[in-house]
C-alpha cells in the first residue's frame, strides 16, 4: 500500500459534506448545520484540514482530520482569573479549540498532534494571544494524553459539563499559554 502523504491546508466550502459526516461518526454530540458553514466559510472560526496526497481513488483532497476554533475574548473566557494581563488594554484574546478529529484509518501517525501544533504556532504569533484552551470529556484519555504531551495544563476539572444522552459527564479544561501568559 502506499505511505501516506499528509499534507495540511485551510478547509474550504468543497470540504462541507465531508466535514459534517466525520464529526458525525466519532463525536457523541450533535453539531448544528450553522456550525459547519462557519467553518467552511471561516465566519468567527479558524480551522486547518489534513488530507492526504497519496491517498489513492480521486480522494487526495478529501479530509481526513480537522482542527477547528474560535476567538474568545480573554476577560470574558471563564479562564479570565488565569490571564496576566499587560499593556494591550483588555483586548488579550484566548482560542478556543471547538473540534478536534482524525479519521480512525489515519489515527497514531502524529497527524493529532501536527494540527495542535499548528493552533499553538498559529496563536503564538498573534501578540494580543495569551493561550489556547479546551474541553475533553473526562473518559477520552488519547485526546487527554495528546494534550498532556503537548504540554498544555490541565486547569479544571467541571462536573456534569456534558450532557450526552440524558447522562452528564465530567470535563477537563486545559490551557496552553503563550505571549508570556
Ligand atoms: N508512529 C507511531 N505512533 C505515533 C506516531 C508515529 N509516527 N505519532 C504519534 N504516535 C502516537 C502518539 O504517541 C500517541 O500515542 P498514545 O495515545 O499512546 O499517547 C498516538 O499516536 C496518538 O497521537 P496522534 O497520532 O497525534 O493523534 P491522532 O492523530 O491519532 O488523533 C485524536 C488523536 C484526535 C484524539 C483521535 O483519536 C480522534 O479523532 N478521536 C475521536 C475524536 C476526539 O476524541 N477528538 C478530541 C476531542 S477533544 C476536542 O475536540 C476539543
Not at 496526497?53 to 480537522?66: A, K, Q, T, V
Not at 499593556?87 to 501536527?114: D, P
Request: glycine share 8%.
Amino acid at each position: 500500500s502506499r505511505r501516506p502523504s499528509i499534507y495540511y491546508r485551510p478547509i474550504n466550502p468543497n470540504d462541507l459534506d465531508r466535514l459534517e459526516k466525520i464529526h458525525r461518526d466519532i463525536f457523541p454530540i450533535k453539531y448544528e448545520s450553522e456550525f459547519f458553514q462557519s467553518v467552511v466559510n471561516g465566519v468567527g472560526i479558524v480551522s486547518w484540514a489534513a488530507v492526504d496526497r497519496n491517498r489513492p481513488g480521486g480522494y487526495s483532497d478529501e479530509l481526513i482530520g480537522f482542527v477547528t476554533a474560535k476567538f474568545v475574548l480573554a476577560k470574558e473566557s471563564e479562564i479570565d482569573d488565569l490571564i496576566c494581563y499587560g499593556s494591550s488594554q483588555g483586548e488579550e484574546t484566548l482560542i478556543y479549540i471547538l473540534t478536534l478529529g482524525v479519521v480512525e484509518t489515519y489515527r497514531n501517525h502524529g497527524i493529532a498532534m501536527s494540527l495542535i501544533n499548528g493552533v499553538i504556532r498559529y496563536a503564538s504569533g498573534l501578540s494580543s494571544c495569551r493561550g489556547v484552551y479546551l474541553h475533553v470529556i473526562a473518559y477520552n484519555n488519547p485526546a487527554i494524553r495528546l494534550y498532556n504531551r503537548l504540554m498544555f495544563r490541565c486547569v479544571r476539572r467541571l462536573k456534569g459539563f456534558y450532557l450526552i444522552k440524558r447522562q452528564h459527564f465530567d470535563a477537563f479544561l486545559f490551557v496552553y499559554f503563550v505571549n508570556g501568559s
